[in-house]
């Protein structure tokens, strides 16, 4: 059994409350006394149908004002799979919500009301999906039973949203005819469509292929910290510890160690429960070095044939998330897989308007909270990073304010 | 080579990957740790995170005083066995300083008063991170929580002006007095720690196994018999076969009826297990926002 992580997104009305309540309750991850409990509220509240915000809305703001205020996890398992559900609501703060929620999926469902087709809202999402390189997209064309499971209007749907998305980068995009309310196409096949001759939406979520979304060409090993017991066993150990964020290790590989360029050959490689011959993207190890070279939390181990590109003038793409707009020629904390460092805003290229996709080139001074833009930075250190298309784990950072602390955008390096 | 993860390995994976943020972003970091499956679970992602050295941090426990004596004697046992170092901050002591008082009658309990004791721990200590075990899928409040949670200097969660988290970037950033609440197991099932405590093959507290116990069941939830309940008129112990879903301060933990002996056994009743584990918990029932009333306080 393997773990994927999807997220959905959209308003209460598109039926994406129902979609997941019903993988949730055909998987029985919904328990009683929770089901109960929302039925109860439900009720008090004078709402017809089940709200099942109300299961993961929680916070006494949200359930005073009858809104999501933030990304709600829920969980489900089927016998092949785990899934993780990053669900971000429709409304405010929907871009900064949506962004974080696609960081670390491997998948997006995107959902389209039959009767009225591509919205912006499908834009938004779409260009969401594509901008956080989510490998795998899942178009569901919802409410399939309100336009009499019209292949027409399926296939019509299926055609302008390939035109639409041939604009974007996704590797990956399926389509499939539901209706979440009866369950058409959601886990099992459905009879009344019989000219859909795909796989119902769990059974595709369940076989969705996401071993290679995970980069395993770029050998990349941030270290996180360096482990030395102080102990009479372990006298001579020196371990750096952290996450594989691209390629394979193996004892006996050249390594180079950035920024140093010292070069040495891995002597040891440990996983969680010891020595492994191998270890690949995304596992934690431990690697120890033939011999003592100077490495520290920041650095980089690579393979010498195939380093990262280390440069101190960084284009990307930002997602604004601060109330606190972004200052033109600002300094800030930029951090970047372990690596900390101070950046300054040199330029802000365009912002993009995300329901037409248009380039915005006026009023660049006045980036936002949910501003899609194009910036550049200049960096106090080189930063050893790849493009975000090329590595999700290396080609992305996080701006922080000096004086708050606050995370105040996320970007992705071109 | 199968160049796939099963889900444990990746939770396991990402749950290290958090904890060796915590040594590296913080200089006092500790692991809160209650004697429950899911603080057991948390000690033995610690001891390979870091292995070949020791668990880099102390295991602080908040102790109630109205313990189940098994957790304890397991506590106890499993510092020695994995030569950590143990920090008890006692709920007696805030009490007898005059921090909190107790609260009485028949549904008293030490559980919210923990949030004082736990805090004035903190500061003690000057802790700047408390690693926890708390879980997504355990309750409403803790769904929306940041696997880096930021609190400020009276220790408050300020759920609405949360640090977004992106990637596997955790920005533990912070001014002095300040500290964070981190959550490695965050994205875990029930299910999961199960599944993770059998594939360990963890020793876990007795209490956690089916076996015969005197209860009284108030308003639905099974209390266990202790010197800290009194009981109501027209309430009674009764004999039943029963054990724990989570292990918290004895007054206010339920136990469930279960003929559960095994971890193998457990694992078939969590899987079609129809209510949720804090269903059982009198703290989470007083109301809808209980625990993010807790939590905005300085709870777990």
């Given at each position: 059994?393997?773990?994927?992580?999807?997220?959905?997104?959209?308003?209460?009305?598109?039926?994406?409350?129902?979609?997941?309540?019903?993988?949730?309750?055909?998987?029985?991850?919904?328990?009683?006394?929770?089901?109960?409990?929302?039925?109860?509220?439900?009720?008090?509240?004078?709402?017809?149908?089940?709200?099942?915000?109300?299961?993961?809305?929680?916070?006494?703001?949200?359930?005073?004002?009858?809104?999501?205020?933030?990304?709600?996890?829920?969980?489900?398992?089927?016998?092949?799979?785990?899934?993780?559900?990053?669900?971000?609501?429709?409304?405010?703060?929907?871009?900064?919500?949506?962004?974080?929620?696609?960081?670390?999926?491997?998948?997006?469902?995107?959902?389209?009301?039959?009767?009225?087709?591509?919205?912006?809202?499908?834009?938004?999402?779409?260009?969401?999906?594509?901008?956080?390189?989510?490998?795998?997209?899942?178009?569901?064309?919802?409410?399939?039973?309100?336009?009499?499971?019209?292949?027409?209007?399926?296939?019509?749907?299926?055609?302008?949203?390939?035109?639409?998305?041939?604009?974007?980068?996704?590797?990956?995009?399926?389509?499939?005819?539901?209706?979440?309310?009866?369950?058409?196409?959601?886990?099992?096949?459905?009879?009344?469509?019989?000219?859909?001759?795909?796989?119902?939406?769990?059974?595709?979520?369940?076989?969705?292929?996401?071993?290679?979304?995970?980069?395993?060409?770029?050998?990349?090993?941030?270290?996180?910290?360096?482990?030395?017991?102080?102990?009479?066993?372990?006298?001579?150990?020196?371990?750096?510890?952290?996450?594989i964020a691209g390629g394979v290790f193996?004892?006996?590989?050249?390594?180079?160690?950035?920024?140093?360029?010292f070069t040495s050959r891995i002597k040891?490689?440990?996983?969680?429960?010891?020595?492994?011959?191998?270890?690949?993207?995304?596992?934690?190890?431990?690697?120890?070095?033939?011999?003592?070279?100077?490495?520290?939390?920041?650095?980089?181990?690579?393979?010498?044939?195939?380093?990262?590109?280390?440069?101190?003038?960084?284009?990307?793409?930002?997602?604004?998330?601060?109330?606190?707009?972004?200052?033109?020629?600002?300094?800030?904390?930029?951090?970047?897989?372990?690596?900390?460092?101070?950046?300054?805003?040199?330029?802000?290229?365009?912002?993009?308007?995300?329901?037409?996709?248009?380039?915005?080139?006026?009023?660049?001074?006045?980036?936002?909270?949910?501003?899609?833009?194009?910036?550049?930075?200049?960096?106090?250190?080189?930063?050893?990073?790849?493009?975000?298309?090329?590595?999700?784990?290396?080609?992305?950072?996080?701006?922080?304010?000096?004086?708050?602390?606050?995370?105040?955008?996320?970007?992705?390096?071109? | 080579?199968?160049?796939?993860?099963?889900?444990?390995?990746?939770?396991?994976?990402?749950?290290?990957?958090?904890?060796?943020?915590?040594?590296?972003?913080?200089?006092?970091?500790?692991?809160?740790?209650?004697?429950?499956?899911?603080?057991?679970?948390?000690?033995?992602?610690?001891?390979?995170?870091?292995?070949?050295?020791?668990?880099?941090?102390?295991?602080?426990?908040?102790?109630?005083?109205?313990?189940?004596?098994?957790?304890?004697?397991?506590?106890?046992?499993?510092?020695?066995?994995?030569?950590?170092?143990?920090?008890?901050?006692?709920?007696?002591?805030?009490?007898?300083?005059?921090?909190?008082?107790?609260?009485?009658?028949?549904?008293?309990?030490?559980?919210?008063?923990?949030?004082?004791?736990?805090?004035?721990?903190?500061?003690?200590?000057?802790?700047?991170?408390?690693?926890?075990?708390?879980?997504?899928?355990?309750?409403?409040?803790?769904?929306?929580?940041?696997?880096?949670?930021?609190?400020?200097?009276?220790?408050?969660?300020?759920?609405?002006?949360?640090?977004?988290?992106?990637?596997?970037?955790?920005?533990?950033?912070?001014?002095?007095?300040?500290?964070?609440r981190v959550f490695p197991l965050s994205?875990?099932?029930?299910?999961?720690?199960?599944?993770?405590?059998?594939?360990?093959?963890?020793?876990?507290?007795?209490?956690?196994?089916?076996?015969?116990?005197?209860?009284?069941?108030?308003?639905?939830?099974?209390?266990?018999?202790?010197?800290?309940?009194?009981?109501?008129?027209?309430?009674?112990?009764?004999?039943?076969?029963?054990?724990?879903?989570?292990?918290?301060?004895?007054?206010?933990?339920?136990?469930?009826?279960?003929?559960?002996?095994?971890?193998?056994?457990?694992?078939?009743?969590?899987?079609?297990?129809?209510?949720?584990?804090?269903?059982?918990?009198?703290?989470?029932?007083?109301?809808?926002?209980?625990?993010?009333?807790?939590?905005?306080?300085?709870?777990?």
């Amino acid at each position: 059994m393997d773990l994927l992580r999807f997220t959905t997104a959209g308003s209460v009305d598109d039926g994406k409350s129902t979609l997941i309540g019903r993988l949730l309750y055909d998987s029985k991850s919904i328990f009683e006394d929770q089901l109960e409990n929302i039925e109860t509220l439900t009720e008090q509240r004078g709402e017809e149908h089940l709200n099942l915000s109300l299961l993961t809305d929680g916070l006494r703001a949200e359930r005073e004002q009858g809104i999501t205020i933030d990304v709600a996890y829920r969980y489900f398992a089927t016998p092949r799979r785990k899934f993780i559900i990053a669900d971000t609501p429709g409304h405010i703060q929907y871009t900064r919500n949506m962004v974080t929620g696609a960081s670390t999926a491997n998948l997006a469902i995107i959902l389209i009301d039959a009767r009225h087709g591509i919205v912006e809202q499908t834009l938004r999402h779409s260009f969401i999906a594509s901008l956080l390189r989510i490998p795998h997209v899942v178009v569901c064309v919802n409410k399939m039973d309100l336009v009499d499971f019209s292949q027409e209007t399926f296939d019509g749907i299926v055609s302008k949203y390939t035109g639409f998305a041939s604009r974007l980068e996704i590797p990956d995009i399926k389509f499939i005819p539901i209706s979440a309310l009866h369950g058409d196409n959601v886990v099992e096949k459905s009879a009344r469509m019989p000219w859909y001759q795909g796989s119902p939406l769990l059974y595709t979520l369940e076989n969705t292929f996401i071993a290679s979304d995970a980069n395993l060409i770029d050998a990349r090993f941030p270290v996180q910290l360096v482990i030395r017991p102080n102990d009479d066993a372990n006298h001579d150990f020196r371990g750096y510890a952290g996450r594989i964020a691209g390629g394979v290790f193996k004892p006996g590989d050249p390594i180079v160690a950035l920024p140093s360029g010292f070069t040495s050959r891995i002597k040891t490689l440990n996983g969680p429960d010891g020595p492994v011959a191998e270890a690949f993207a995304p596992m934690s190890a431990v690697i120890t070095l033939e011999n003592d070279i100077d490495i520290s939390r920041g650095d980089v181990l690579v393979k010498p044939n195939n380093p990262p590109a280390s440069t101190q003038d960084i284009e990307a793409m930002i997602c604004w998330f601060s109330d606190k707009k972004l200052q033109p020629s600002g300094r800030y904390i930029l951090r970047h897989t372990a690596a900390e460092m101070k950046a300054l805003v040199k330029q802000v290229r365009y912002k993009i308007d995300i329901n037409t996709l248009h380039k915005i080139e006026t009023g660049l001074d006045n980036i936002a909270m949910n501003d899609i833009a194009r910036i550049r930075l200049r960096t106090t250190a080189p930063l050893h990073a790849d493009p975000y298309h090329r590595n999700r784990q290396t080609g992305s950072f996080i701006l922080i304010d000096e004086a708050t602390n606050a995370t105040l955008a996320a970007g992705m390096i071109l | 080579m199968n160049y796939s993860l099963s889900h444990l390995d990746h939770l396991e994976h990402e749950a290290i990957h958090i904890m060796r943020e915590v040594a590296a972003q913080f200089e006092r970091p500790a692991l809160l740790f209650s004697g429950g499956k899911d603080s057991i679970v948390m000690v033995r992602l610690a001891q390979k995170a870091f292995a070949p050295a020791r668990i880099p941090f102390p295991l602080v426990h908040i102790d109630t005083g109205h313990n189940f004596e098994e957790t304890i004697v397991f506590r106890d046992w499993l510092v020695a066995e994995t030569r950590s170092r143990l920090v008890v901050g006692r709920v007696e002591d805030s009490i007898r300083a005059g921090r909190v008082t107790e609260t009485t009658g028949p549904n008293a309990t030490r559980n919210s008063l923990q949030t004082v004791t736990l805090l004035d721990t903190i500061a003690e200590n000057r802790y700047d991170a408390c690693l926890g075990g708390a879980r997504r899928d355990e309750e409403k409040a803790r769904a929306k929580e940041r696997i880096f949670s930021h609190r400020d200097e009276f220790g408050q969660w300020d759920p609405k002006h949360q640090r977004p988290e992106l990637w596997n970037l955790y920005n533990g950033r912070h001014q002095p007095g300040e500290h964070f609440r981190v959550f490695p197991l965050s994205n875990w099932t029930e299910l999961d720690v199960w599944h993770y405590i059998a594939r360990e093959s963890l020793a876990i507290p007795s209490i956690y196994f089916s076996h015969d116990r005197d209860v009284v069941d108030r308003s639905g939830i099974l209390l266990a018999r202790t010197p800290h309940i009194t009981l109501l008129p027209g309430e009674a112990y009764e004999r039943r076969r029963v054990r724990f879903r989570t292990v918290g301060d004895a007054t206010c933990t339920g136990a469930i009826e279960s003929t559960a002996t095994t971890l193998e056994d457990i694992i078939d009743e969590v899987s079609v297990a129809r209510i949720t584990e804090r269903g059982a918990r009198a703290d989470d029932r007083r109301s809808e926002t209980a625990m993010e009333d807790r939590k905005k306080a300085g709870y777990f």
